[in-house]
Protein backbone atom coordinates (compact mmCIF):
# COMPACT_ATOMS: atom_id res chain seq x y z
CA UNK A 1 0.00 0.00 0.00
CA UNK A 2 1.44 3.37 -1.04
CA UNK A 3 2.01 5.76 1.73
CA UNK A 4 0.18 9.12 1.43
CA UNK A 5 1.67 11.97 0.94
CA UNK A 6 2.52 14.58 3.75
CA UNK A 7 2.01 18.08 3.26
CA UNK A 8 5.11 20.58 3.28
CA UNK A 9 5.00 22.12 6.31
CA UNK A 10 3.88 25.94 6.56
CA UNK A 11 1.36 28.19 4.72
CA UNK A 12 0.43 26.77 0.97
CA UNK A 13 1.28 29.02 -2.04
CA UNK A 14 -0.76 31.99 -2.49
CA UNK A 15 -2.65 33.11 -5.56
CA UNK A 16 -4.27 31.04 -7.76
CA UNK A 17 -3.33 27.67 -7.78
CA UNK A 18 -0.58 28.41 -5.78
CA UNK A 19 1.30 29.86 -8.63
CA UNK A 20 1.70 33.36 -7.28
CA UNK A 21 4.53 33.84 -5.16
CA UNK A 22 4.73 37.39 -2.98
CA UNK A 23 8.78 37.52 -3.62
CA UNK A 24 7.93 37.79 -7.42
CA UNK A 25 5.99 41.32 -6.75
CA UNK A 26 7.61 44.46 -5.65
CA UNK A 27 6.89 46.13 -2.26
CA UNK A 28 5.25 49.60 -1.70
CA UNK A 29 3.38 51.21 1.06
CA UNK A 30 0.82 53.65 0.87
CA UNK A 31 -0.81 56.07 3.23
CA UNK A 32 -4.63 56.45 2.23
CA UNK A 33 -7.53 57.90 3.36
CA UNK A 34 -9.51 55.68 5.91
CA UNK A 35 -12.72 56.11 3.39
CA UNK A 36 -10.06 54.88 0.54
CA UNK A 37 -8.50 51.63 2.39
CA UNK A 38 -11.99 50.92 3.23
CA UNK A 39 -12.84 51.45 -0.48
CA UNK A 40 -10.24 48.66 -1.22
CA UNK A 41 -11.05 46.45 1.49
CA UNK A 42 -14.76 46.26 0.25
CA UNK A 43 -13.88 45.75 -3.59
CA UNK A 44 -11.43 42.57 -2.72
CA UNK A 45 -14.27 41.38 -1.08
CA UNK A 46 -16.17 41.95 -2.73
CA UNK A 47 -14.20 40.58 -6.16
CA UNK A 48 -11.99 38.10 -4.34
CA UNK A 49 -9.47 39.11 -5.59
CA UNK A 50 -5.84 40.43 -3.79
CA UNK A 51 -5.60 44.52 -2.83
CA UNK A 52 -2.37 44.21 -5.50
CA UNK A 53 -5.04 43.14 -8.10
CA UNK A 54 -7.34 45.73 -7.43
CA UNK A 55 -4.93 48.51 -7.05
CA UNK A 56 -3.11 47.78 -10.17
CA UNK A 57 -6.47 47.75 -12.44
CA UNK A 58 -6.93 51.31 -10.79
CA UNK A 59 -3.70 52.62 -11.68
CA UNK A 60 -3.83 51.17 -15.26
CA UNK A 61 -7.64 52.91 -15.75
CA UNK A 62 -6.49 56.10 -14.73
CA UNK A 63 -3.35 55.86 -17.01
CA UNK A 64 -5.73 55.24 -19.88
CA UNK A 65 -7.75 57.95 -19.01
CA UNK A 66 -5.16 60.58 -18.96
CA UNK A 67 -5.01 63.55 -21.69
CA UNK A 68 -3.21 61.62 -25.15
CA UNK A 69 -0.66 64.41 -24.15
CA UNK A 70 -0.18 63.10 -21.09
CA UNK A 71 -0.09 59.66 -21.85
CA UNK A 72 2.92 60.43 -23.84
CA UNK A 73 4.23 61.89 -20.72
CA UNK A 74 3.94 59.03 -19.33
CA UNK A 75 5.47 56.44 -21.39
CA UNK A 76 8.40 58.50 -21.80
CA UNK A 77 9.37 58.30 -17.94
CA UNK A 78 8.56 54.55 -18.13
CA UNK A 79 10.37 54.47 -20.83
CA UNK A 80 13.34 56.13 -19.13
CA UNK A 81 13.18 54.00 -15.57
CA UNK A 82 13.92 50.55 -18.01
Known amino acids: MPTPRRRRPGRPPAG???RAVSRDYVQTT????P???A???ALARLLAQPQREIAG???ALFAANLDPSDQAL???LLARDK
Open 35 to 37: ESK
Open 39 to 41: LLD
Open 74 to 76: LRG
Open 16 to 18: KEG
Open 57 to 59: EAL
Open 30 to 33: LRLE
